[in-house]
């Protein structure tokens, strides 16, 4: 019998009590632009584990300052923010949900402000910063972009190495699954991607050189990354621009492939983000379903996380059921419904998987 979205999912040693997961989403709420989850970051997220999603995934987690989108983004760079996070975690897992966290680094995309204040580059006297990148080109803005620096090997080192710290921090403040970022034109996306990637040494050209930055960012992780514990990677499945060289659905199935010989246990695939002329398609329902299924398809085993557009329960549902995907990976309708898991059980005729807080029974 295939699954559907109440089979539990095993991946390394953790289960998931279901197949849905809270997609990352930036908050964009410390307020104290220190990267210090505030009471808004814990309310956000354990509500969601409260409305019964199997995972609760973390917005993009800052390895280092330098690569925060906006000075009020979370992050992990010191043992305070992993001691603060705890209190997250252990309240998530109180619910019966797991706790994940995306760890993720901007890139050329850092130093902005906030997308209700314009999402505009930050200039050095507001508090700007130097971005990252593998190039020095910026991020085309309207506006003075902020310097970006072209990463020397040693500046490689350096970042991997953040990541590396910061997975043992997540580790140790109770996350039970880590994301790597590699999507949305984030730093990791630019090496991935020849848009953004004109280097020519061993990172840049080739497909293997460009994925090379990823493939040791995992392998470093992995190596501090608890083996009963999940690994994932997000990417962007397609760059979106058909007319250049650029990032495909065919690398990304090749990618997938190293990825799960690596040991990285899911790869959420998501789409875009790496440049300003990127033609997206018409956002309707699932509109980048079918970049997850085409991944699946053309990679051997790796399991595969699908996200963009799921609304419905029925979509949710029929995604796992026609083996398109292996978890259901929801994000703004979990920001209009933090209850999603709880009614799609109910709308499926599935009571007997409804497992609400005793507070809340005689309101399901
Ligand atoms: C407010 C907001 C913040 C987001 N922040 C992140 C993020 O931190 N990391 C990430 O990978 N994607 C981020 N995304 C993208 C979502 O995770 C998701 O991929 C996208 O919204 C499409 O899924 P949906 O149609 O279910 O919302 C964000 C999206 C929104 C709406």
Request: net charge negative; glycine share 10%; charged share 25%.
């Amino acid at each position: 019998m295939s699954a559907d979205l109440f089979t539990p999912l095993e991946l390394g040693g953790i289960e998931l009590p279901n197949r849905v997961m809270v997609s990352p989403m930036c908050q964009y709420s410390c307020e104290a632009r220190d990267g210090m989850p505030t009471d808004w970051h814990f309310s956000h997220l354990t509500s969601r584990a409260v409305g019964g999603a199997g995972l609760v995934m973390s917005e993009a987690t800052a390895v280092e300052p330098r690569g925060r989108i906006t000075p009020h983004d979370l992050g992990i760079w010191s043992d305070d923010h992993a001691d603060a996070l705890a209190d997250v975690t252990a309240f998530v897992r109180d619910q019966g949900s797991v706790p994940g966290i995306q760890l993720a680094h901007a890139g050329r995309k850092a130093s902005k402000t906030r997308p209700w204040e314009g999402s505009r580059p930050l200039q050095p006297d507001e508090g700007g910063w130097e971005t990252l990148a593998p190039s020095a080109t910026p991020w085309p803005y309207d506006g003075t972009p902020p310097a970006t620096r072209k990463m020397t090997k040693s500046d490689v080192e350096d970042v991997q190495e953040s990541f590396v710290a910061a997975a043992r921090r997540a580790d140790e403040a109770g996350f039970q699954v880590a994301e790597l970022h590699a999507a949305h034109g984030y730093l990791t996306h630019e090496f991935l991607s020849p848009v953004t990637n004109d280097r020519d040494d061993e990172y840049g050209g080739s497909f293997e050189n460009r994925t090379r930055f990823l493939r040791e960012l995992v392998a470093a992780v992995d190596d501090v990354w608890p083996s009963e514990k999940a690994l994932f990677v997000r990417i962007s499945a397609t760059d979106w621009l058909p007319d250049r060289d650029s990032w495909t659905v065919e690398q990304s199935a090749r990618l997938a492939d190293d990825l799960g010989d690596l040991g990285v246990d899911l790869v959420d695939v998501s789409a875009g983000g790496v440049h300003p002329d990127q033609q997206l398609p018409a956002s309707g329902p699932g509109y980048q379903i079918k970049y997850g299924r085409r991944v699946r398809e053309g990679s051997s085993g790796v399991a595969v996380g699908a996200v963009g557009g799921i609304t419905s329960p029925e979509q949710a549902d029929a995604l796992i059921r026609n083996e398109r995907a292996d978890l259901a990976v929801i994000g703004r309708e979990h920001l209009r419904d933090p209850y999603f898991t709880h009614h799609a059980a109910r709308r499926l005729g599935r009571e007997e998987e409804l497992d609400v807080p005793v507070q809340y029974d005689r309101a399901f």
